[in-house]
Nanobody
Framework: VQLVESGGGLVQPGGSLRLSCEAS????????MRWYRQAPGKERELVAH????????NYADSVKGRFTISRDNTKNTVYLQMNSLKPGDTAVYYC?????????WGQGTQVTVSS
């Protein structure tokens, strides 16, 4: 089982990034997918959630209206489109796949929002 995040980097406030998380080793379409983030000295925070098979989504209040989670089951990939980024969005972003008792994590990708 692997979850590999990509797309992080340094961006100016107000900018955009799209994170990707490519999955392998399990039936991606059956799993709920989540994006978390963890800033230095803070607890890991759930940012966005996509359920399967309904495809319904939920967001933390702090990112609602700015971030969008989506998934492409043909590519075994979940995305996080992040717009209007703020310095407070700086964190390591992790993708998570879960189904029942199965719970898988990626290694994380750093997002830094700074001028």
């Amino acid at each position: 089982v692997q979850l590999v995040e990509s797309g992080g980097g340094l961006v100016q406030p107000g900018g955009s990034l799209r994170l990707s998380c490519e999955a392998s080793g399990f039936t991606f379409s059956s799993y709920h997918m989540r994006w978390y983030r963890q800033a230095p000295g803070k607890e890991r925070e759930l940012v966005a959630h996509s359920t399967s098979p309904s495809g319904s989504t939920n967001y933390a209040d702090s990112v609602k209206g700015r971030f969008t989670i989506s998934r492409d089951n043909t590519k075994n990939t979940v995305y996080l489109q992040m717009n209007s980024l703020k310095p407070g969005d700086t964190a390591v972003y992790y993708c998570n796949a879960y189904y029942g008792f199965r719970d898988y994590w990626g290694q994380g990708t750093q997002v830094t929002v700074s001028s």
